[in-house]
């Protein structure tokens, strides 16, 4: 999503704000932890207190699976029942669709290049009707969620490709 949204945007980057989070941040009750990536996913985590908050909406826990982990270790000192018996870091299913999405940019570069700009301007547009200040929390995701019309966009930006 991030490449796309980059794309359609027409940004020049975008931040990726952690790549090992093994240690809990230093909010909620976890704070200042070690973290047991396999065992425990949830790696960001506020307790919001304030239910006029409008940015986190009712008052709760709000948490984050995965979030700030693109590797995992492949040993841990802390819990040594999660090693894997691997001497190199472990990448994860975010850090594999990263790099989907920087492969799918390349792909909507290269049509573009080709004098292709309108067409992949509007399949991106198809893909992502609304996304970023296009859209409020109160409104559902506006692209789809199902992996064969991600497969189907990317055959349509292939086809854009062939000469």
């Known amino acids: 999503m991030n490449s796309w949204i980059k794309w359609k945007h027409k940004m020049d980057l975008y931040f990726v704000w952690h790549g090992t989070h093994w240690r809990h941040n230093h909010q909620g009750p976890r704070s200042r932890t070690n973290q047991n990536v396999f065992g ?86 198809t893909a992502l009707p609304r996304v970023l200040h296009e859209t409020d929390r109160t409104h559902s995701i506006t692209w789809s969620p199902y992996g064969n019309d991600w497969d189907d966009y990317r055959k349509k930006i292939s086809d854009l490709i062939q000469f």
């Open 40 to 125: 425990y996913p949830v790696t960001f985590m506020y307790v919001n207190t304030n239910p006029e908050d409008e940015f986190y909406g009712e008052t709760g826990i709000h948490w984050g699976n995965g979030d700030g982990i693109l590797f995992y270790p492949d040993h841990d000192p802390y819990y040594r029942e999660q090693d894997r018996g691997v001497q190199a870091l472990l990448s994860s299913i975010r850090m594999k669709n990263l790099r989907r999405g920087i492969q799918d940019y390349e792909y909507i570069w290269l049509a573009a290049s080709l004098g292709k700009q309108e067409q992949v301007d509007q399949l991106v547009r």
